[in-house]
């Protein structure tokens, strides 16, 4: 997959991984940068530099921690927070830097059965996005542009605008 950088920054590479124990950071953790995914979409977004503590796959829903800049692999058990969500732009393992959309149109990982301008929530299924509501479990800034296995089966493309969970309401 090809995402490449839009920004005047020096040192910004969206592809690069780099190991949390090494010490070394492309730029500060919690930085936002523009980019262009050249894949099939062909579109720009939003990118934010973060580490995973656990291993994420490409298009994962995940939430962000905005306290230590980590980004957890499970979003699901995090209905009610109210906190960042971000999208992994490529399979990483875990304990590494790198880069996660959060704007933009995104290629995410969902339930089977996804309709297209349905509201988003994160699934039951860790990393997953679903138009099934459950509570406290909204996605906040996102839609799906197109129904589930239009691009590709378990997967679909949604637009992103520095997507959140909704916090608790009552």
């Given at each position: 997959?090809?995402?490449?950088?839009?920004s005047?920054?020096?040192?910004?590479?969206?592809?690069?991984?780099?190991?949390?124990?090494?010490g070394?950071?492309?730029?500060?953790?919690?930085?936002?940068?523009?980019?262009?995914?050249?894949?099939?979409?062909?579109?720009?977004?939003?990118?934010i530099y973060?580490?995973?503590?656990?291993?994420?796959?490409?298009?994962?829903?995940?939430?962000?921690?905005v306290?230590?800049?980590?980004?957890l692999?499970?979003?699901?058990?995090?209905?009610?927070?109210?906190?960042?969500?971000?999208f992994?732009?490529?399979?990483?393992?875990?304990?590494?830097?790198?880069?996660?959309?959060?704007?933009?149109?995104?290629?995410?990982?969902?339930?089977?059965g996804v309709?297209?301008?349905?509201?988003?929530?994160?699934?039951?299924?860790?990393?997953?996005v679903?138009?099934?509501?459950?509570?406290?479990?909204?996605?906040?800034?996102?839609?799906f542009?197109?129904?589930?296995a239009?691009?590709?089966?378990?997967?679909?493309?949604l637009?992103?605008?520095?997507?959140?969970?909704?916090?608790?309401?009552?």
């Open positions: 997959m090809t995402f490449y950088s839009t005047n920054r020096i040192g910004v590479s969206l592809g690069e991984m780099l190991p949390v124990a090494g070394k950071k492309q730029v500060p953790i919690g930085t936002i940068v523009p980019g262009i995914d050249t894949n099939a979409i062909n579109v720009e977004g939003e990118y973060a580490f995973n503590l656990a291993p994420v796959a490409r298009g994962q829903c995940i939430y962000l921690d306290f230590n800049g980590s980004a692999a499970e979003s699901g058990l995090h209905a009610n927070d109210g906190g960042p969500i971000a992994a732009i490529q399979d990483m393992p875990a304990t590494m830097l790198g880069w996660f959309q959060v704007s933009g149109t995104v290629f995410a990982k969902c339930a089977a309709v297209a301008n349905s509201k988003v929530f994160i699934s039951a299924v860790p990393g997953e679903d138009d099934a509501p459950l509570p406290g479990c909204q996605i906040l800034g996102a839609e542009e197109a129904a589930e239009a691009i590709l089966p378990g997967f679909v493309m637009t992103c605008n520095r997507p959140h969970l909704q916090g608790q309401i009552t």
